[in-house]
């Protein structure tokens, strides 16, 4: 079955970066999924942070754009987000997804960003 784990969260001051990490193992071409990173903030539904389709098209929310940045390597079914400049606001836990045919969704990594 497809699995997804995300590494690389952790806690950091105002200013700082972090890169998280999305490994896919069950997926034989990673390549036709769209992927993103979501995140849940405390006491807030779970939303879109970023998003990289199978065409390549790129989608960001609009507190993010131009801090962070999101990557596929498809042959390693590896998607990346890079965070630069991280807010306290970028606090929450952020689960990597895949979607074909079907939802996939990680078990989550935490963000805290606190002075």
């Known amino acids: 079955q497809v699995q997804l784990v995300e590494t690389g969260g952790g806690e950091v001051r105002p200013g700082g970066s972090l890169r998280l990490s999305c490994e896919a193992s069950g997926i034989s071409s990673f390549n036709l999924y769209t992927t993103g990173w979501y995140r849940r903030a405390p006491g807030k539904q779970r939303e879109l942070v970023a998003r990289i389709t199978v065409e390549g098209y790129l989608d960001y929310d609009d507190n993010v754009r131009g801090r962070f940045t999101i990557a596929r390597d498809n042959p390693n079914n590896i998607v990346y987000l890079e965070m630069n400049d991280l807010k306290p606001e970028d606090t929450g836990v952020y689960y990597c997804?895949?979607?074909?045919?079907?939802?996939?969704w990680g078990q989550g990594t935490q963000v805290t960003v606190s002075s």
């Open positions: 997804n895949v979607v074909r045919f079907s939802d996939y």
